[in-house]
Protein backbone atom coordinates (compact mmCIF):
# COMPACT_ATOMS: atom_id res chain seq x y z
CA UNK A 1 0.00 0.00 0.00
CA UNK A 2 1.06 3.54 -0.83
CA UNK A 3 -0.46 7.08 -0.26
CA UNK A 4 -1.29 9.76 -2.92
CA UNK A 5 -1.46 13.11 -3.05
CA UNK A 6 -4.71 13.19 -2.07
CA UNK A 7 -4.38 11.38 0.73
CA UNK A 8 -5.87 8.41 -0.36
CA UNK A 9 -4.03 4.45 -0.60
CA UNK A 10 -4.30 2.77 -3.38
CA UNK A 11 -2.91 -0.84 -3.57
CA UNK A 12 0.13 -1.17 -6.05
CA UNK A 13 -0.08 -4.44 -8.55
CA UNK A 14 2.47 -6.74 -7.95
CA UNK A 15 3.46 -6.42 -11.84
CA UNK A 16 4.83 -2.86 -11.01
CA UNK A 17 6.20 -3.89 -7.62
CA UNK A 18 7.83 -6.58 -9.85
CA UNK A 19 9.02 -4.10 -12.16
CA UNK A 20 10.66 -1.43 -9.65
CA UNK A 21 12.73 -4.58 -8.32
CA UNK A 22 13.32 -5.70 -11.72
CA UNK A 23 15.19 -2.25 -13.07
CA UNK A 24 16.54 -1.39 -9.36
CA UNK A 25 18.45 -4.75 -10.09
CA UNK A 26 19.60 -3.49 -13.37
CA UNK A 27 20.98 -0.38 -11.60
CA UNK A 28 22.91 -2.21 -8.97
CA UNK A 29 24.74 -4.53 -11.11
CA UNK A 30 25.66 -1.77 -13.65
CA UNK A 31 26.75 -0.23 -10.38
CA UNK A 32 25.36 3.19 -11.31
CA UNK A 33 23.78 5.75 -9.49
CA UNK A 34 20.44 5.24 -8.04
CA UNK A 35 19.13 8.58 -8.95
CA UNK A 36 19.43 6.97 -12.87
CA UNK A 37 16.51 4.96 -12.61
CA UNK A 38 14.21 7.92 -12.03
CA UNK A 39 16.16 10.78 -14.22
CA UNK A 40 16.87 8.20 -17.35
CA UNK A 41 15.77 5.00 -17.03
CA UNK A 42 11.91 5.75 -16.30
CA UNK A 43 11.78 8.48 -19.12
CA UNK A 44 13.02 5.92 -21.69
CA UNK A 45 10.59 3.43 -20.88
CA UNK A 46 7.94 6.24 -20.67
CA UNK A 47 8.93 7.27 -24.17
CA UNK A 48 9.40 4.35 -25.34
CA UNK A 49 5.69 3.19 -24.36
CA UNK A 50 3.94 6.09 -25.78
CA UNK A 51 5.55 5.50 -29.05
CA UNK A 52 5.22 1.78 -29.65
CA UNK A 53 1.98 0.60 -27.35
CA UNK A 54 0.10 3.75 -26.74
CA UNK A 55 -1.24 5.94 -23.76
CA UNK A 56 -2.30 3.46 -21.75
CA UNK A 57 1.00 1.69 -21.84
CA UNK A 58 2.35 5.29 -20.68
CA UNK A 59 0.35 5.43 -17.78
CA UNK A 60 1.59 2.06 -16.57
CA UNK A 61 4.94 3.14 -17.10
CA UNK A 62 4.80 6.06 -15.16
CA UNK A 63 3.16 3.53 -11.86
CA UNK A 64 6.97 2.52 -11.83
CA UNK A 65 8.46 3.90 -8.84
CA UNK A 66 12.52 4.24 -8.68
CA UNK A 67 13.63 7.73 -7.66
CA UNK A 68 13.77 7.34 -3.70
CA UNK A 69 12.72 3.81 -3.80
CA UNK A 70 15.31 2.10 -5.82
CA UNK A 71 18.13 2.43 -3.01
CA UNK A 72 15.60 0.71 -0.41
CA UNK A 73 14.52 -2.02 -2.97
CA UNK A 74 18.25 -2.31 -3.70
CA UNK A 75 19.28 -2.62 0.34
CA UNK A 76 16.00 -5.11 0.07
CA UNK A 77 17.25 -7.38 -1.95
CA UNK A 78 20.66 -7.57 -0.60
CA UNK A 79 19.13 -8.17 2.92
CA UNK A 80 17.28 -10.51 1.03
CA UNK A 81 20.33 -12.74 -0.33
CA UNK A 82 22.70 -12.48 2.35
CA UNK A 83 19.50 -14.19 4.94
CA UNK A 84 19.66 -16.84 2.24
CA UNK A 85 23.26 -17.53 1.93
CA UNK A 86 23.29 -17.37 5.83
CA UNK A 87 20.86 -20.22 6.44
CA UNK A 88 22.30 -22.29 3.44
CA UNK A 89 25.72 -21.77 5.58
CA UNK A 90 23.97 -22.44 9.03
CA UNK A 91 22.35 -25.75 7.55
CA UNK A 92 25.90 -27.46 6.15
CA UNK A 93 27.69 -29.19 8.60
CA UNK A 94 31.33 -28.38 7.72
CA UNK A 95 32.29 -24.73 6.14
CA UNK A 96 35.55 -23.52 4.67
CA UNK A 97 36.58 -19.63 4.08
CA UNK A 98 39.53 -18.29 1.90
CA UNK A 99 40.53 -14.50 3.29
CA UNK A 100 42.48 -11.84 1.16
CA UNK A 101 43.07 -8.43 1.97
CA UNK A 102 42.23 -6.37 -1.42
CA UNK A 103 43.31 -3.15 -2.79
CA UNK A 104 42.36 -0.36 -0.70
CA UNK A 105 42.94 -2.94 2.38
CA UNK A 106 39.38 -4.31 2.35
CA UNK A 107 39.44 -8.05 3.57
CA UNK A 108 37.62 -10.42 1.22
CA UNK A 109 36.20 -13.10 2.69
CA UNK A 110 34.52 -15.95 0.34
CA UNK A 111 33.10 -19.21 1.77
CA UNK A 112 32.59 -22.94 0.84
CA UNK A 113 29.88 -24.84 2.26
CA UNK A 114 27.48 -27.96 1.47
CA UNK A 115 23.61 -27.40 0.76
CA UNK A 116 21.05 -29.57 -1.61
CA UNK A 117 23.60 -32.13 -2.02
CA UNK A 118 26.46 -30.00 -3.65
CA UNK A 119 29.00 -27.67 -2.59
CA UNK A 120 28.34 -23.94 -2.82
CA UNK A 121 30.36 -21.40 -3.09
CA UNK A 122 29.76 -17.88 -2.33
CA UNK A 123 31.21 -14.51 -0.95
CA UNK A 124 30.63 -14.21 2.39
CA UNK A 125 31.53 -10.36 3.15
CA UNK A 126 34.21 -7.90 2.96
CA UNK A 127 35.14 -4.44 5.05
CA UNK A 128 36.93 -2.12 5.43
CA UNK A 129 40.17 -2.41 7.37
CA UNK A 130 39.91 1.37 8.67
CA UNK A 131 43.57 1.80 10.24
CA UNK A 132 46.80 -1.81 10.28
CA UNK A 133 46.41 -4.84 8.06
CA UNK A 134 47.33 -6.69 10.89
CA UNK A 135 45.96 -10.34 12.08
CA UNK A 136 44.46 -8.89 14.72
CA UNK A 137 42.56 -6.58 13.06
CA UNK A 138 41.80 -9.00 10.40
CA UNK A 139 40.36 -11.73 13.06
CA UNK A 140 38.21 -8.59 14.52
CA UNK A 141 36.60 -8.53 11.46
CA UNK A 142 35.99 -11.58 11.07
CA UNK A 143 35.05 -12.99 14.62
CA UNK A 144 32.64 -10.14 14.51
CA UNK A 145 30.59 -10.94 11.52
CA UNK A 146 30.81 -14.49 13.21
CA UNK A 147 29.12 -13.13 16.03
CA UNK A 148 26.58 -10.35 14.44
CA UNK A 149 25.23 -13.55 12.26
CA UNK A 150 25.30 -16.28 14.63
CA UNK A 151 27.76 -18.32 12.58
CA UNK A 152 29.06 -21.44 14.61
CA UNK A 153 32.76 -21.79 14.89
CA UNK A 154 33.13 -25.38 15.47
CA UNK A 155 31.90 -26.06 11.73
CA UNK A 156 35.00 -24.08 10.22
CA UNK A 157 36.92 -27.00 9.19
CA UNK A 158 39.77 -25.12 6.54
CA UNK A 159 40.75 -21.41 5.93
CA UNK A 160 43.09 -20.81 2.98
CA UNK A 161 45.03 -17.73 2.87
CA UNK A 162 48.31 -15.65 1.04
CA UNK A 163 51.45 -16.10 2.57
CA UNK A 164 51.91 -13.06 4.52
CA UNK A 165 52.81 -12.98 7.57
CA UNK A 166 50.13 -11.17 9.28
CA UNK A 167 47.76 -14.42 7.59
CA UNK A 168 50.64 -17.40 8.02
CA UNK A 169 52.62 -15.73 10.87
CA UNK A 170 53.74 -18.80 13.87
CA UNK A 171 52.92 -16.55 16.62
CA UNK A 172 50.47 -13.86 16.18
CA UNK A 173 49.20 -14.46 12.50
CA UNK A 174 45.43 -14.51 11.47
CA UNK A 175 45.65 -18.75 11.07
CA UNK A 176 46.85 -18.76 15.19
CA UNK A 177 44.41 -16.64 15.92
CA UNK A 178 42.04 -18.82 14.10
CA UNK A 179 43.10 -21.57 16.28
CA UNK A 180 42.16 -20.04 19.55
CA UNK A 181 38.68 -20.52 17.91
CA UNK A 182 38.75 -23.45 16.90
CA UNK A 183 41.76 -24.98 17.76
CA UNK A 184 40.73 -28.35 14.86
CA UNK A 185 40.22 -25.79 12.38
CA UNK A 186 43.05 -26.69 9.28
CA UNK A 187 44.92 -23.68 7.50
CA UNK A 188 46.51 -23.63 4.64
CA UNK A 189 49.07 -21.05 2.52
CA UNK A 190 47.62 -20.50 -0.92
CA UNK A 191 48.84 -23.22 -3.48
CA UNK A 192 49.21 -20.54 -6.62
CA UNK A 193 51.21 -18.18 -4.21
CA UNK A 194 53.69 -21.19 -3.47
CA UNK A 195 53.76 -22.34 -7.08
CA UNK A 196 55.08 -18.81 -7.51
CA UNK A 197 57.30 -18.42 -5.05
CA UNK A 198 59.07 -21.93 -6.08
CA UNK A 199 59.47 -20.85 -9.51
CA UNK A 200 61.64 -17.93 -8.87
CA UNK A 201 64.65 -19.29 -8.01
CA UNK A 202 67.27 -19.09 -10.93
CA UNK A 203 71.01 -19.74 -12.25
CA UNK A 204 72.80 -15.94 -12.25
CA UNK A 205 73.73 -16.42 -16.09
CA UNK A 206 70.04 -16.76 -16.73
CA UNK A 207 69.44 -14.45 -13.76
CA UNK A 208 71.78 -11.95 -16.29
CA UNK A 209 69.40 -13.37 -19.38
CA UNK A 210 66.72 -12.28 -17.92
CA UNK A 211 67.97 -9.21 -17.03
CA UNK A 212 68.91 -8.67 -20.40
CA UNK A 213 65.53 -9.32 -21.92
CA UNK A 214 63.89 -6.59 -19.46
CA UNK A 215 66.31 -4.19 -20.31
CA UNK A 216 65.81 -4.62 -24.18
CA UNK A 217 61.71 -4.45 -23.96
CA UNK A 218 62.51 -1.25 -21.88
CA UNK A 219 64.92 0.43 -24.63
CA UNK A 220 61.72 -0.30 -26.94
CA UNK A 221 59.02 0.50 -24.72
CA UNK A 222 60.58 3.26 -22.20
CA UNK A 223 60.15 5.55 -25.42
CA UNK A 224 57.23 6.69 -27.19
CA UNK A 225 59.17 7.10 -30.51
CA UNK A 226 61.03 3.94 -30.40
CA UNK A 227 57.55 1.93 -30.12
CA UNK A 228 56.52 3.78 -32.70
CA UNK A 229 59.47 3.07 -34.94
CA UNK A 230 59.28 -0.62 -33.96
CA UNK A 231 55.83 -1.11 -34.99
CA UNK A 232 56.44 0.56 -38.43
CA UNK A 233 59.52 -1.93 -38.60
CA UNK A 234 57.17 -4.89 -37.49
CA UNK A 235 54.86 -3.97 -40.42
CA UNK A 236 57.04 -3.39 -43.07
CA UNK A 237 58.64 -7.37 -42.15
CA UNK A 238 54.84 -8.33 -41.75
CA UNK A 239 55.06 -9.80 -38.72
CA UNK A 240 52.34 -11.35 -36.29
CA UNK A 241 53.22 -9.09 -33.90
CA UNK A 242 53.46 -5.25 -33.95
CA UNK A 243 55.04 -4.95 -30.08
CA UNK A 244 56.70 -5.88 -27.23
CA UNK A 245 55.09 -6.53 -24.02
CA UNK A 246 56.34 -5.50 -20.54
CA UNK A 247 55.82 -7.93 -17.51
CA UNK A 248 54.86 -6.98 -14.30
CA UNK A 249 56.31 -8.44 -10.86
CA UNK A 250 53.25 -9.35 -9.22
CA UNK A 251 51.33 -10.50 -12.09
CA UNK A 252 53.01 -14.07 -12.16
CA UNK A 253 51.64 -15.17 -15.54
CA UNK A 254 53.15 -11.78 -17.10
CA UNK A 255 57.13 -12.55 -17.23
CA UNK A 256 56.57 -15.72 -19.49
CA UNK A 257 53.84 -13.86 -22.17
CA UNK A 258 56.84 -10.65 -22.02
CA UNK A 259 59.69 -13.53 -22.95
CA UNK A 260 57.97 -15.56 -25.68
CA UNK A 261 56.69 -12.22 -27.35
CA UNK A 262 61.03 -11.42 -27.20
CA UNK A 263 62.17 -14.38 -28.72
CA UNK A 264 59.41 -14.22 -31.53
CA UNK A 265 60.36 -10.38 -32.35
CA UNK A 266 64.18 -11.29 -31.76
CA UNK A 267 65.38 -10.68 -35.71
CA UNK A 268 63.11 -7.45 -35.81
CA UNK A 269 64.76 -6.27 -32.15
CA UNK A 270 68.69 -7.14 -33.68
CA UNK A 271 67.36 -5.36 -36.70
CA UNK A 272 66.30 -2.37 -34.85
CA UNK A 273 68.87 -2.05 -32.25
CA UNK A 274 71.12 -1.66 -35.86
CA UNK A 275 69.21 1.14 -36.99
CA UNK A 276 68.79 3.12 -33.75
CA UNK A 277 73.02 2.45 -33.16
CA UNK A 278 72.60 0.61 -30.35
CA UNK A 279 76.02 -1.18 -30.77
CA UNK A 280 76.08 -2.95 -27.18
CA UNK A 281 72.25 -3.91 -26.94
CA UNK A 282 72.55 -5.47 -30.36
CA UNK A 283 75.92 -7.74 -29.31
CA UNK A 284 74.66 -9.08 -26.24
CA UNK A 285 71.19 -9.72 -28.40
CA UNK A 286 73.65 -11.52 -30.90
CA UNK A 287 75.46 -13.59 -28.79
CA UNK A 288 74.87 -17.31 -29.23
CA UNK A 289 74.58 -18.09 -25.32
CA UNK A 290 72.05 -15.40 -24.58
CA UNK A 291 69.96 -16.62 -27.48
CA UNK A 292 70.16 -19.76 -26.13
CA UNK A 293 69.28 -18.77 -22.27
CA UNK A 294 66.55 -16.78 -23.45
CA UNK A 295 64.91 -19.60 -25.36
CA UNK A 296 65.30 -21.67 -22.24
CA UNK A 297 63.69 -19.36 -19.96
CA UNK A 298 60.88 -18.53 -22.41
CA UNK A 299 60.40 -22.47 -22.52
CA UNK A 300 60.67 -23.12 -19.08
CA UNK A 301 58.25 -20.12 -18.23
CA UNK A 302 55.61 -21.59 -20.67
CA UNK A 303 55.49 -24.68 -18.56
CA UNK A 304 55.55 -22.72 -15.35
CA UNK A 305 52.48 -20.82 -16.84
CA UNK A 306 50.50 -23.65 -17.64
CA UNK A 307 50.63 -25.27 -14.11
CA UNK A 308 49.23 -21.69 -12.99
CA UNK A 309 46.53 -21.93 -15.07
CA UNK A 310 45.84 -25.17 -14.22
CA UNK A 311 45.73 -24.34 -10.70
CA UNK A 312 43.12 -21.71 -11.74
CA UNK A 313 39.49 -22.70 -11.69
CA UNK A 314 36.20 -22.59 -10.23
CA UNK A 315 35.52 -26.01 -8.11
CA UNK A 316 39.22 -26.43 -7.41
CA UNK A 317 40.13 -28.79 -4.39
CA UNK A 318 43.15 -29.67 -2.85
CA UNK A 319 43.12 -33.15 -3.92
CA UNK A 320 43.05 -32.05 -7.83
CA UNK A 321 45.80 -29.48 -6.70
CA UNK A 322 48.24 -31.87 -5.38
CA UNK A 323 47.80 -33.87 -8.39
CA UNK A 324 49.06 -31.36 -10.94
CA UNK A 325 51.94 -29.96 -8.55
CA UNK A 326 53.19 -33.95 -8.75
CA UNK A 327 53.24 -34.66 -11.92
CA UNK A 328 55.22 -30.83 -11.99
CA UNK A 329 57.97 -32.12 -10.04
CA UNK A 330 57.67 -35.59 -12.08
CA UNK A 331 58.25 -33.82 -15.28
CA UNK A 332 61.19 -31.35 -13.91
CA UNK A 333 62.82 -35.15 -13.38
CA UNK A 334 62.12 -36.00 -16.69
CA UNK A 335 63.45 -33.25 -18.24
CA UNK A 336 66.72 -33.20 -16.37
CA UNK A 337 67.18 -36.36 -17.42
CA UNK A 338 66.57 -35.30 -20.92
CA UNK A 339 69.24 -32.74 -20.85
CA UNK A 340 71.46 -35.10 -19.19
CA UNK A 341 71.11 -37.66 -22.60
CA UNK A 342 70.52 -34.43 -24.63
CA UNK A 343 67.24 -35.09 -25.84
CA UNK A 344 64.84 -31.82 -24.66
CA UNK A 345 63.70 -30.87 -27.93
CA UNK A 346 60.27 -32.07 -27.21
CA UNK A 347 59.80 -30.32 -24.28
CA UNK A 348 61.72 -27.45 -25.24
CA UNK A 349 60.58 -26.40 -28.66
CA UNK A 350 61.79 -22.84 -28.39
CA UNK A 351 65.85 -23.71 -27.82
CA UNK A 352 65.56 -26.25 -29.92
CA UNK A 353 64.52 -23.84 -33.15
CA UNK A 354 67.52 -21.53 -31.89
CA UNK A 355 69.86 -24.47 -31.36
CA UNK A 356 69.05 -24.78 -34.85
CA UNK A 357 69.31 -21.51 -35.80
CA UNK A 358 72.67 -20.86 -34.11
CA UNK A 359 73.99 -24.02 -34.60
CA UNK A 360 74.60 -26.95 -31.70
CA UNK A 361 75.01 -24.85 -29.03
CA UNK A 362 73.19 -27.44 -26.16
CA UNK A 363 76.47 -28.03 -24.54
CA UNK A 364 77.42 -25.06 -22.33
CA UNK A 365 73.79 -24.66 -21.68
CA UNK A 366 73.24 -28.19 -20.68
CA UNK A 367 74.65 -27.73 -16.96
CA UNK A 368 73.11 -24.71 -16.46
CA UNK A 369 70.17 -26.18 -17.52
CA UNK A 370 70.74 -28.75 -14.83
CA UNK A 371 71.18 -26.71 -12.43
CA UNK A 372 67.93 -24.51 -12.74
CA UNK A 373 66.00 -27.77 -12.81
CA UNK A 374 67.60 -29.39 -9.58
CA UNK A 375 67.01 -25.82 -7.98
CA UNK A 376 63.35 -25.83 -8.92
CA UNK A 377 62.88 -29.53 -7.36
CA UNK A 378 64.37 -28.48 -4.13
CA UNK A 379 62.00 -25.26 -4.09
CA UNK A 380 58.82 -27.12 -4.84
CA UNK A 381 59.93 -29.56 -1.87
CA UNK A 382 60.20 -27.04 0.14
CA UNK A 383 57.27 -25.08 -0.91
CA UNK A 384 55.12 -28.51 -0.28
CA UNK A 385 56.07 -31.01 1.92
CA UNK A 386 52.70 -32.37 2.99
CA UNK A 387 52.67 -33.37 -0.87
CA UNK A 388 55.33 -35.41 -0.62
CA UNK A 389 53.56 -38.23 1.27
CA UNK A 390 50.76 -40.24 0.91
CA UNK A 391 47.74 -38.89 2.33
CA UNK A 392 45.54 -41.37 4.15
CA UNK A 393 42.65 -38.78 3.99
CA UNK A 394 42.72 -37.97 0.72
CA UNK A 395 42.89 -41.64 -0.26
CA UNK A 396 39.90 -42.19 1.71
CA UNK A 397 38.26 -39.39 -0.14
CA UNK A 398 39.07 -40.12 -3.56
CA UNK A 399 38.53 -44.13 -3.49
CA UNK A 400 36.29 -45.20 -0.46
CA UNK A 401 37.20 -48.58 -0.31
CA UNK A 402 41.22 -47.85 0.23
CA UNK A 403 40.43 -46.10 3.98
CA UNK A 404 41.78 -48.55 6.61
CA UNK A 405 39.13 -48.50 8.99
CA UNK A 406 41.80 -47.71 11.38
CA UNK A 407 41.83 -44.01 10.78
CA UNK A 408 38.30 -43.66 11.81
CA UNK A 409 37.41 -45.58 14.35
CA UNK A 410 34.34 -43.60 15.34
CA UNK A 411 32.69 -44.14 11.87
CA UNK A 412 33.58 -47.39 10.72
CA UNK A 413 30.10 -49.15 11.33
CA UNK A 414 28.70 -46.18 9.26
CA UNK A 415 31.65 -46.53 6.83
CA UNK A 416 31.03 -50.43 6.25
CA UNK A 417 27.57 -49.56 5.85
CA UNK A 418 28.45 -47.10 2.36
CA UNK A 419 31.27 -49.47 1.41
CA UNK A 420 28.64 -52.46 0.72
CA UNK A 421 25.70 -50.09 -0.33
CA UNK A 422 25.09 -50.78 -4.55
CA UNK A 423 23.37 -47.70 -5.17
CA UNK A 424 25.95 -45.38 -3.23
CA UNK A 425 28.55 -47.30 -5.87
CA UNK A 426 26.54 -46.20 -8.93
CA UNK A 427 26.55 -42.73 -7.57
CA UNK A 428 30.34 -42.65 -7.24
CA UNK A 429 30.85 -43.68 -10.64
CA UNK A 430 28.29 -41.70 -12.43
CA UNK A 431 29.11 -38.25 -10.46
CA UNK A 432 32.38 -36.50 -9.35
CA UNK A 433 33.60 -36.32 -6.32
CA UNK A 434 32.25 -33.48 -4.84
CA UNK A 435 28.80 -34.80 -5.79
CA UNK A 436 29.14 -37.90 -4.45
CA UNK A 437 30.40 -37.29 -0.98
CA UNK A 438 27.56 -34.06 -1.01
CA UNK A 439 24.86 -36.54 -2.16
CA UNK A 440 25.27 -39.32 0.96
CA UNK A 441 26.15 -36.70 3.37
CA UNK A 442 22.22 -37.27 4.31
CA UNK A 443 22.44 -40.87 4.64
CA UNK A 444 26.22 -41.05 5.31
CA UNK A 445 26.33 -38.18 7.57
CA UNK A 446 29.62 -38.92 9.61
CA UNK A 447 31.29 -40.51 6.86
CA UNK A 448 30.58 -37.92 4.27
CA UNK A 449 31.81 -35.35 6.74
CA UNK A 450 35.44 -36.77 6.89
CA UNK A 451 35.58 -36.71 3.08
CA UNK A 452 33.61 -33.00 2.85
CA UNK A 453 36.14 -31.55 5.33
CA UNK A 454 38.84 -31.94 2.83
CA UNK A 455 36.77 -31.29 -0.42
CA UNK A 456 35.07 -27.96 0.90
CA UNK A 457 38.82 -26.55 1.25
CA UNK A 458 40.15 -23.89 -0.65
CA UNK A 459 43.21 -24.62 -2.33
CA UNK A 460 43.94 -21.00 -3.52
CA UNK A 461 42.87 -17.77 -2.79
CA UNK A 462 42.82 -17.67 -6.53
CA UNK A 463 40.75 -20.47 -7.08
CA UNK A 464 37.42 -18.73 -7.75
CA UNK A 465 36.05 -17.24 -11.07
CA UNK A 466 33.87 -14.99 -8.46
CA UNK A 467 37.32 -13.64 -6.48
CA UNK A 468 38.27 -12.52 -9.96
CA UNK A 469 35.37 -11.06 -11.19
CA UNK A 470 35.20 -9.03 -7.13
CA UNK A 471 39.28 -8.27 -7.42
CA UNK A 472 38.16 -7.04 -10.75
CA UNK A 473 35.53 -4.76 -9.32
CA UNK A 474 37.84 -2.79 -6.51
Not at 283 to 309: K, T, Y
Request: overall charge neutral; aromatic content about 8%.
Amino acid sequence: MRMDQGGNFQTESKAIVHASYAVSLLVAKAKKPHSIGETLIKPCLVLCAGILLGESAVSKMKQVYLSNDTKSRIFDMSCNIKSQLLAKVKASSVVAIQLDVANLSQLIVFIRYVYDQSIEEDLLFFRQLETTTQAADVMQLVDAFFEEEGLDWGKLVHACTDGAPAMMGARSGFTKLLKQKNPKVATLHCIIHREALASRTMTQLLKEALDMAIKLVDFVKASALNTRLFRQLCQDMESDHEGLLFHTAVRWLSKGDMLNRLVHLLPKVTQFLEERNKGDLKAAVSDEAFQCRLAFLADMFNHLNELNRKLQGADSVIIGHRDKVNAFVSKLELWRGKFETGCSATAFPTLARISETAGDISDFLKNEAIIHLNRLLDEFQHYFPDFKSDNPKMEFTRIPSAFFLKEAEDIEEQFLDLVHDSAAKTVFVEKSINAFWANIHGSYRHVAVAALTLLVAFPSTYSTCANRRFRAQL
